[in-house]
């Protein structure tokens, strides 16, 4: 009986002795778990939060340093980490990057294999966690806090074939040579145009099913368009009424999908040379008959939309594109009608009739109008900025700017890299 005591006194010793280290393994334990947990967490939030970057398309140019990101991209960053990450203490070193495919070597080899094109997002971001057991002298711990990163990879291609009518402006100023390039704009204008279907064309040649469809209505005061159907053209005001004030928008706006006929014909070209080119995919025969394209006079970018809408309208894509390629604001009085005839609901009456329908298979149609500037802000043309979204207008400082924002609104599939 002695002996069973002096057991149970020895275990009961050895017991106590054993539980600061039983305790401290709980403790690490415990908080090891919520790290790793917490790193799964991260990771998860930041390839959802990735894939929402790609899919917004924001520029992304650095608010808060180099790799930072812009300031839109960091905040659906931290919304989708935050959604995530309730209990963290805070989100440390975010980093949102995006790099287009001159700036990747996989892509630029796929290029050269005859590959699509395609834009790369990068997340990275670490949290900092209260932890619930810090540790003192006598029990290990991880402290007070502890860090878990994250990190993921997103690719845009294009997905879907589209139908792209560019709105090209060829006012004099086109002419101009700009900081952007050692040529004068509307040069740059026809290769940038030269590069997106050379793009286009690997699609279509890899493509079994749709191919992609490019059409280009340029302006200056007017479009110049085929009317009556004998051949002849004639330069076209989309206007109702007197084109000097007495202007029926309301009229105007309810007859956009009319195609002016001889009654809407003016004599006014102020010596430029270019005219309409429906959608199509002979983008050789396209190239060619812009290289003759010539810009002078003055602005009325309304014009080339009205008209623009109406080309896109033909086509038999699930997604369709317009796409304003200007350097400057509307000249004098035609400031006023272009923001009239958005207050009397053009763009909206656009947008309503070019998401109309559906493909010969059934899809559903998508439409985008974007605006694209030739080193200029694009938001002091506000008619134009309020006609397509402030979100959908872009500035760009040089050809490339240019060419990477088109193919960015012309990629659409966004996936995960493994």
Not at 346 to 358: K, S, V, Y
Request: with cysteine; proline share 2%; aromatic share 8%.
């Amino acid at each position: 009986m002695r002996k069973i005591k002096k057991q149970s006194g020895h275990a009961a010793l050895l017991f106590a002795m054993i539980i600061p280290g039983l305790f401290g393994i709980f403790t690490l334990a415990t908080d090891g778990a919520r790290a790793l947990q917490t790193k799964a967490r991260i990771e998860d939030a930041s390839e959802i939060a990735v894939l929402a970057i790609a899919a917004h398309n924001d520029d992304n140019q650095d608010s808060q340093g180099a790799g930072s990101g812009s300031r839109v991209n960091r905040q659906i960053a931290t919304d989708y980490l935050n959604a995530y990450l309730r209990d963290s203490t805070q989100l440390t070193g975010l980093k949102v990057k995006k790099y287009n495919c001159d700036q990747i070597a996989e892509c630029r080899a796929g290029l050269a294999r005859g590959e699509p094109r395609f834009f790369q997002y990068e997340i990275e971001v670490s949290s900092v966690q209260d932890t619930w057991f810090p540790g003192n002298d006598s029990i290990e711990g991880f402290g007070d806090t502890f860090s878990a990163k994250g990190a993921a990879v997103a690719r845009k291609y294009q997905s879907e074939a589209v139908d792209i009518v560019f709105v090209a402006d060829y006012s004099g100023s086109m002419k101009d040579p700009w900081r952007g390039g050692s040529n004068a704009k509307y040069v740059d204008l026809r290769n940038i145009i030269k590069l997106v279907t050379d793009e286009l064309q690997k699609f279509n040649d890899l493509n079994n099913t749709d191919d992609n469809t490019v059409g280009i209505t340029a302006f200056n005061f007017y479009t110049r368009t085929k009317r009556n159907g004998n051949g002849s053209r004639c330069w076209m005001s989309q206007l109702y009424g007197n084109s000097w004030g007495g202007i029926n928008y309301a009229s105007t706006v309810s007859n956009l999908w009319v195609e002016k006929g001889s009654s809407h014909c003016v004599g006014e070209s102020g010596g430029a040379s270019f005219r309409d080119i429906p959608l199509t995919t002979n983008y050789s025969n396209l190239n060619s008959n812009v290289r003759d394209f010539r810009p002078n006079h003055g602005t009325a970018s309304y014009q080339g939309i009205m008209r623009g809408a109406q080309m896109l309208r033909k086509g038999k894509n699930p997604r369709r594109l317009l796409i304003v390629l200007s350097d400057g604001d509307d000249w004098k009085e035609h400031k006023t009608y272009h923001s009239n005839l958005v207050a009397y609901g053009m763009c909206d009456e656009i947008r309503r009739g070019l998401n109309q329908g559906t493909t010969t298979s059934g899809a559903s149609i998508k439409a985008r109008l974007a605006v694209v500037g030739f080193d200029y802000d694009v938001n002091k043309n506000r008619a134009l900025r309020d006609c397509v979204g402030a979100e959908n207008v872009y500035k760009a400082q040089n050809k490339n700017d240019i060419l990477n924002k088109i193919l960015e609104l012309i990629t659409e599939e966004i996936g995960h890299l493994k």
